[in-house]
């Protein structure tokens, strides 16, 4: 069965500091994979998504994430955090099926 | 339309009411997903439509939650004599399966309270 772990529930960072937001999946096959955001009473925003080929994909905002399959793991990074970035963050699996969600991690940026 | 819209968004109802929520997908997208999220639980898939009907509705908690789509745009959840644990938000999603731009478009959700 497909699954989405995102192990840290809540991180602070402070304004300036880098960030990586940690995701591991469980799925069959080669997934697609995906990063949103959600801000307070916002619906999900697409940050970026991996399909194939390079590993380390763009996304908006600044944000970047590294597909590695022996780890099964998709992790979010962000050089220099800002305090806009302040949300809850999802990382998503799936292909041909309905996307699976992690439980999300709240990030808390500090001055 | 340029995005999901999705109404009410905010619905306060007394249990054992029935409740109609409303999304709209953006225009040409074939499959539209219902998700519903509760409190530290991220989204839980309720069911998914390809055009008008509904390859998999796995998700729906009871037989309760029904939902539509017709012409293959709008499409209504219905949940039957409402609990306190449908207290959520229940937010919609669409996507062209068929672009290589694939990805969700999620629309702001509905608040359902019920008291």
């Known amino acids: 069965a497909q699954s989405v772990t995102q192990p840290d529930i809540h991180i602070t960072v402070s304004e300036g500091a880098s960030l990586e937001l940690r995701c591991n999946y469980s799925y069959g096959a080669t997934p697609y994979l995906f990063w949103y955001v959600q801000s307070p009473g916002q619906g999900l925003q697409l940050l970026l998504k991996?399909?194939?080929?390079?590993?380390l994909v763009q996304g908006i905002k600044g944000f970047e994430a590294e597909f590695k399959r022996s780890q099964s793991s998709f992790n979010l990074r962000k050089p220099s955090v800002h305090w806009s970035d302040a949300a809850e963050y999802f990382c998503a699996v799936g292909r041909n099926t309905p996307l699976v969600f992690g439980k999300g991690t709240r990030l808390s940026v500090i001055a | 339309g340029a995005g999901v819209s999705q109404s009410p968004s905010n619905k306060v109802t007394e249990k054992g009411k029935d409740v109609e929520l409303r999304c709209d997908p953006i225009s040409g997208h074939t499959a539209l997903y219902w998700y519903r999220q509760s409190l530290g639980q991220g989204l839980e898939f309720l069911i998914y439509?390809?055009?008008?009907?509904?390859?998999?509705k796995s998700g729906l908690p009871s037989d309760r939650f029904s939902a539509e789509r017709t012409g293959g745009s709008v499409s209504t959840l219905t949940i039957q004599r409402t609990q306190q644990e449908d207290s959520a938000v229940y937010l919609c999603?669409?996507?062209?399966?068929?672009?290589?731009?694939?990805?969700?478009?999620f629309g702001s959700g509905t608040r359902l309270t019920v008291v």
């Open positions: 999603a669409s996507s062209d399966r068929d672009s290589l731009n694939y990805g969700y478009t």
């Open positions: 991996y399909f194939s080929g390079d590993t």
């Open positions: 439509f390809q055009g008008n009907s509904a390859p998999d």
